[in-house]
């Protein structure tokens, strides 16, 4: 396939790193001259033959726990690292998100930080003149664009360098957990710009720990693991079953720890959308009903029994709605073995948009949270069948009318 087709390349890639350094130093090298041993060097694989390519306008998600090559496939695709084996290929301009307003420079205002850091990421004087009114109302620092940056929020210092980003000229986007800060609102700002990114064409390679905004933005996941690829496919899927491993204690804090779910007297065995999913996956219309099966399993008597709770999450991490059985009046089975509850969302008014269902397991009282999975992802559209963005959770029902104040 030509290279137009597939602006993003990743063949057969390893990158390896060393753990300690054999005179790695100028004090080791000193203290090797006067016979001491230097460290000994381990070299351990960040990446072990991973292979993947991104097509014209897709957008991939990269998922994984810490430690899995999330940061180091970006630093290869961005040149900052050369692989060990394998090759790497990035065809186009590339507007990297990865340190969000790392070239401001504290002493000068946003407005020339704007065009510093623009001209840096290669805009011409041009193409700054032309994007300069969006950058700035896309961050929402317009009152303060004549003051130094060094006296910006954290916040206002973010959504500076990712307007900046986001509005370079470029055919490839590399974007790095810039998304774990910022307010709510912002946020969702921000996956609607790579969401309209994408529909111009723009090809989009995301890496982040957040499973909810990945399934809002991403067409594809790659899942890695240990510096290997776990799984390359449909994003709903691979973010589950990284959720799950992480539940599981496969991967993550509990790996390290040794600990698994399976020391745990309560478990969520699974739980999955009891509607049939196409090719685009799960859609429905707004207003139709949503089921979700939970099955769950005790392995000992709970003194009381627990509660279940399904939420609904937008992409952006937002909670529409949350369903729970103790405000329902249901009193789930608290003996030993496995049980089976169906959950029933009797009309689903939501904007269109992506969305996922998140399952929870509480203690009686809703104050310790006993497992937690995700049940799946579905998408809300309109009668026509189109996808459409449009902020907010539900759609409401109101009306105007003229008259004077």
């Given at each position: 396939m030509n290279s137009a087709a597939r602006p993003v390349v990743f063949d057969h890639v390893t990158k390896g790193f060393r753990k300690g350094s054999a005179q790695g130093s100028l004090r080791d090298a000193i203290t090797g001259l006067f016979g001491r041993s230097a460290a000994v060097s381990q070299e351990f694989l960040a990446l072990d033959d991973v292979s993947f390519d991104v097509a014209q306008g897709e957008a991939l998600g990269v998922i994984g726990p810490n430690g899995s090559g999330k940061s180091t496939t970006l630093k290869l695709l961005t040149g900052i690292l050369v692989p060990d084996r394998g090759r790497v290929r990035v065809d186009g301009r590339v507007a990297p998100l990865i340190e969000v307003g790392a070239g401001?420079?504290?002493?000068?205002?946003?407005?020339?930080?704007?065009?510093l850091n623009a001209a840096i990421s290669g805009m011409s004087k041009g193409d700054i003149r032309q994007h300069f009114d969006a950058i700035?109302?896309?961050?929402?620092i317009e009152s303060f664009l004549d003051t130094p940056v060094k006296r910006y929020s954290s916040g206002m210092y973010m959504r500076l360098g990712f307007s900046i980003a986001a509005h370079i000229p470029s055919e490839v986007l590399l974007v790095d957990e810039v998304l774990a800060v910022g307010d709510v609102g912002f946020r969702a700002r921000c996956?609607?710009?790579?969401?309209?990114?994408k529909r111009e064409g723009r090809t989009i390679l995301f890496?982040?720990?957040?499973?909810?905004?990945?399934?809002?933005?991403?067409?594809?996941?790659?899942?890695?693991?240990?510096?290997?690829?776990?799984?390359?496919?449909?994003?709903?899927?691979?973010?589950r079953?990284?959720?799950?491993?992480?539940?599981?204690?496969?991967?993550?804090?509990?790996?390290a720890t040794g600990k698994s779910a399976g020391d745990a007297p309560v478990a969520i065995q699974e739980a999955r959308l009891c509607r049939d999913a196409g090719d685009e996956g799960v859609i429905i219309a707004p207003g139709d009903p949503l089921e979700v099966l939970v099955?769950?399993?005790?392995?000992?008597?709970?003194?009381?029994?627990?509660?279940?709770?399904l939420a609904l999450l937008r992409g952006d991490g937002v909670t529409a709605c949350v369903l729970n059985t103790r405000e329902q009046g249901l009193a789930l089975d608290a003996s030993p073995g496995v049980h089976t509850v169906r959950a029933r969302f009797d009309s689903i008014p939501l904007v269109p948009g992506k969305f996922s269902v998140e399952t929870l397991l509480w203690d009686a009282e809703m104050v310790v949270v006993l497992d937690q999975i995700t049940a799946g992802g579905f998408e809300v559209r309109s009668e026509d069948r189109k996808p459409i963005n449009r902020p907010g959770v539900f759609t409401p029902q109101g009306s105007f009318t003229r008259g004077e104040g």
């Open positions: 401001f420079h504290p002493d000068l205002t946003g407005r020339e930080n704007i065009h700035v109302a896309f961050s929402g996956i609607e710009r790579m969401q309209q990114l890496v982040s720990h957040s499973t909810y905004q990945v399934r809002s933005l991403c067409d594809r996941v790659v899942y890695l693991v240990n510096g290997k690829k776990e799984f390359d496919g449909d994003v709903v899927e691979g973010t079953r990284y959720e799950q491993d992480v539940m599981k204690g496969a991967v993550g804090e509990r790996a099955r769950y399993r005790l392995e000992r008597a709970m003194p009381s029994a627990p509660v279940l709770s």
